[in-house]
């Protein structure tokens, strides 16, 4: 006979890790079940390129999670229990541009000023405007992340009731280029702010991208970049020993294939050999919206605008590839002088803006450019990932998962001749990536990435595009952005849910207020 719990939680990615362990803490019989080996989705650290080299597979930093009352607060003692710790680098990102300047972000704002000031003094002072006008209005904008979202039209009446609500309305509907280009004047600067935007995997150009380069840099001068010691996995570790030191139960290998219907309401999951896991008050799907609806819901009949909106969701402009390398020695780069190696995050950047246009262009229509990456050496913040004296470094690539030759099936084709070329175009900017010094390689295609975590549909990182029609009330959809699902007793979390993708913890922390008031329980009591 299947065993019964209260809630059952279909993956064990962060957010219903977070979850599980409100609701274990509440007192609540929870039960996830994970299709993987291990609990985390794309929060994961593995020795991937060799013995004592920690590498995070996907998330490297965890910036927009430092804002969440869970860890503000240490609502399930992450920190005082459970091992959690972060790095706060001082040397954040260095933009290199193709002409050999570059162009520093420190996560102190008086550096970042001083650094941009050597291109342009007036840019410099209005970049410092820029972050103090938006810092006035961070605690609205995460009070309204780590809250839940209200409908679509009431958010729209409610901040149209002041002017910075208006202000926020406006930012929703205009492109984040726009957004630069009210402040800042010189074309590097502009530029490199508009990489920054275009971290949320949209193209800055685009309208309804505004509100994504609008709070990122200065939401990390004020909570810091967020780099978890051990590695990003360990934050999912630290989660999974919450999770069962409040007697959760933690089911890996166990791919949940349907939720289990009866009577009109959710009452389990299935797995994928037929075992059953019922539960009597809840079921949360921790996956993605479109894996869920309508695969996994066969039998119910769901509301007909429900399915036709999520058939038709807008993914990403552009996914992710990742080579990764574990090194005798840590990499010297040539631009910027001495201490450029130090910085976190390396960013190869346009000096032109026609160029800097078409390689996105070319992105879009599945060409498979080199022109957008990051060279993330994650040891800088936390010596505990290389042993010793050595080095290692995450390449981390914008491509399209659908290329222009060849469809996404292409990739196992032509991925190893496309990683080897973002190594070589390293060698350019460095002076010691010689074959004797890379000790061993890995590389994930968009297509690799994809089947790493199924829950990353066409390998869309953020699950949809944060354009504005899928933001706050409107994610998934209209009519459900509250995490509640049409099936009565189904909820969801996890990227397709507000605030959306990426490491927050938002959407779990939220969801699981609403399943609580749901249940009859005091969400805060359980935070104290």
Request: glycine fraction near 10%; charge should be negative.
């Amino acid at each position: 006979m299947a065993e019964e719990f209260d809630v059952v939680i279909a993956g064990a990615g962060h957010n219903a890790l977070v979850v599980g362990c409100y609701l274990a803490k509440a007192g609540l019989k929870v039960c996830i079940a994970e299709r993987k080996e291990k609990a985390g989705g794309s929060v994961a650290t593995a020795e991937i390129t060799g013995p004592g080299f920690k590498q995070d597979i996907c998330s490297v930093s965890h910036a927009m999670l430092m804002a969440n009352p869970m860890v503000r607060n240490d609502e399930l003692e992450l920190y005082s229990k459970f091992g959690l710790r972060y790095s706060h680098p001082d040397k954040m990102t260095a933009m290199i541009f193709d002409d050999g300047s570059v162009l520093e972000f420190w996560s102190d704002l008086d550096r970042t000023c001083a650094s941009m000031a050597k291109i342009s003094q007036k840019d410099a002072d209005s970049f410092r405007d820029f972050c103090t006008v938006v810092d006035k209005a961070l605690d609205m904008v995460v009070m309204g992340m780590y809250s839940v979202p209200p409908s679509a039209g009431a958010q729209t009446m409610m901040m149209d009731s002041t002017p910075e609500g208006q202000e926020m309305l406006r930012l929703q509907s205009i492109s984040a280029w726009d957004l630069i280009c009210e402040w800042i004047e010189h074309p590097k600067i502009r530029i490199a702010l508009a990489r920054y935007a275009s971290e949320a995997m949209l193209d800055p150009f685009n309208n309804g991208t505004g509100f994504s380069f609008y709070i990122i840099l200065p939401y990390m001068y004020r909570f810091g970049p967020g780099i978890c010691i051990g590695g990003s996995g360990a934050f999912a570790d630290s989660l999974v020993r919450c999770f069962e030191a409040h007697g959760g139960t933690l089911r890996l290998n166990a791919e949940v294939t349907q939720i289990l219907i009866e009577d009109g309401e959710a009452r389990g999951v299935v797995l994928g050999d037929g075992e059953q896991i019922r539960a009597s008050k809840a079921v949360v799907a921790g996956l993605h919206v479109a894996q869920v609806f309508p695969h996994m819901t066969s039998g119910f009949e769901l509301p007909a605008a429900f399915q036709h909106r999520i058939d038709n969701l807008k993914h990403s402009d552009f996914q992710a590839m990742s080579v990764h390398l574990a090194l005798n020695e840590p990499l010297k780069f040539k631009a910027g002088g001495a201490g450029i190696e130090d910085f976190f995050w390396l960013e190869a950047a346009h000096s032109d803006l026609e160029a800097f246009r078409e390689g996105l262009t070319k992105l879009k229509f599945g060409y498979p450019v080199r022109d957008f990456v990051c060279w993330v050496q994650q040891f800088r913040a936390d010596p505990s990932r290389v042993p010793e004296g050595k080095g290692s470094l995450h390449i981390y690539a914008f491509m399209p998962i659908d290329l222009k030759d060849g469809g996404r099936e292409k990739w196992d084709e032509i991925g190893a001749e496309v990683a080897e070329g973002l190594i070589d175009d390293l060698r350019k900017h460095v002076t010691n990536l010689t074959d004797d010094n890379i000790i061993g390689k890995h590389f994930m295609t968009p297509l690799d990435i994809s089947r790493y975590n199924t829950a990353l549909v066409d390998c869309d990182i953020q699950h949809m595009g944060y354009v504005s029609w899928q933001l706050g009330g409107n994610r998934p959809v209209p009519g459900f952005s509250q995490y509640r699902m049409p099936v009565p007793k189904l909820y969801m979390t996890g990227g397709s849910t507000h605030p959306g993708g990426g490491v927050t913890g938002g959407p779990g922390r939220n969801a699981t207020q609403i399943v609580m008031e749901d249940l009859g329980l005091d969400f805060d009591s359980v935070c104290g």
